[in-house]
């Protein structure tokens, strides 16, 4: 079957084996349709941590080719899904810690979406696949997991009635963050470097957003919005610069949700957490019931997923990935 797989930090399209079902005892082959290209896709990429021979993708919609399963899928289903699934056991899922569950970390699909099929386990099924009805595009289908990130940090945040929200960082995640936020009923501002970001954001239902060319003037448009400052902060832009403008922007006693990784060791003053008792906390990856939320709103039209992604063929993934870098794109969708 033919793959994009990573070799000296590039993508090279090859001819791999075919998952197959007789090596499983249950499960199902799946045939990919497409698999949106995230990004942490790119930062494992930039950072090393995605060996050499990889094949990356995880948003990934497909069709089931071949399933033995208890379930009730069956071939020809076609399904988004997501790719870690917890052990609902432990005490980090106990906790509601589920994407610290360690056998969540060690599940996956196989090999990864950017290829012409995969192999889906029957935990996978029974928790983290879902049917696509016949009123959602395959692209908007990708966002399942993406989505679902956001959704669990959502409900992490647990924001109070009548809170304003602020998200910093208006890229494919900070639009979908927002909607979020506004599906469960919150007001939401947002704030980037990029007018036509800002702009957009308007269109996907933001209440208002800002253009961040001068940190102070900035923070002086905001306060008039929101005098005391945000009552909760999502942090999507990641960029270390961001960190010291999040803690200018909440209000004391308030809330910042990190929803992204940063290329250096920056971080939080102690003081500032200590003497205005801000609430500093992460929030990584979804729980099976987050998904099935995520479905939900999109197949509802809660969150407005059209018009984000572009499209490009696998043999274009490398081209995908320098668009989305250089900010020519919002998102790319892979297609197969």
């Known amino acids: 079957m033919k793959a994009a797989v990573l070799e000296n930090n590039k993508f090279v399209i090859k001819n791999i084996e075919k998952p197959q079902l007789k090596n499983y005892d249950t499960g199902a082959v799946v045939k990919i349709l497409g698999c949106g290209l995230c990004g942490s896709d790119i930062v494992k990429l930039r950072t090393g941590i995605a060996k050499e021979g990889s094949i990356l993708g995880h948003e990934a919609v497909g069709e089931i080719v071949e399933i033995n399963t208890k379930t009730n899928f069956k071939c020809f289903d076609k399904i988004a899904l997501g790719h870690h699934v917890p052990c ?25 979406g950017f290829c012409e099929y995969i192999y889906v386990s029957e935990e996978h099924l029974n928790n983290t696949v879902f049917k696509i009805n016949d ?29 304003k929200i602020l998200i910093i960082g208006l890229g494919s995640i900070g639009l979908l963050m927002g909607q979020a936020v506004k599906a469960y009923g919150h007001d939401v501002y947002g704030c980037d470097l990029k007018a036509q970001r800002v702009e957009l954001s308007k269109k996907y239902g933001f209440n208002n957003s800002f253009i961040s060319e001068n940190q102070e003037e900035t923070l002086k448009n905001m306060n008039q919005t929101a005098p005391d400052g ?65 479905m939900s709103f999109i197949e509802s039209k809660k969150v407005n997923v059209k018009g984000i992604s572009t499209v490009y063929n696998i043999e274009n993934l490398n081209e995908a990935i320098e668009d989305t870098l250089s900010g020519k794109i919002m998102k790319a969708y892979i297609q197969l």
């Open 88 to 112: 609902f056991k432990c005490k980090y899922c106990r906790s509601g810690n589920y994407s610290m569950c360690r056998h969540f970390k060690s599940t996956n699909i196989v090999p990864g």
């Open 230 to 294: 945000f009552d909760t902060i999502f942090l999507t832009a990641g960029a270390a610069s961001t960190l010291d403008f999040a803690v200018k922007s909440v209000r004391d006693g308030g809330t910042i949700i990190v929803f992204s990784s940063v290329k250096d060791f920056g971080g939080f003053k102690n003081n500032d957490i200590y003497y205005r008792e801000l609430k500093i906390m992460g929030s990584y990856s979804p729980s099976p019931i987050d998904l099935k939320d995520s």
């Open 135 to 163: 009123n959602l595009t395959n692209i908007e289908a990708s966002f399942l997991e993406p989505l679902g990130c956001c959704i669990r940090a959502v409900k992490r945040a647990e924001i109070k009635k009548d809170s």
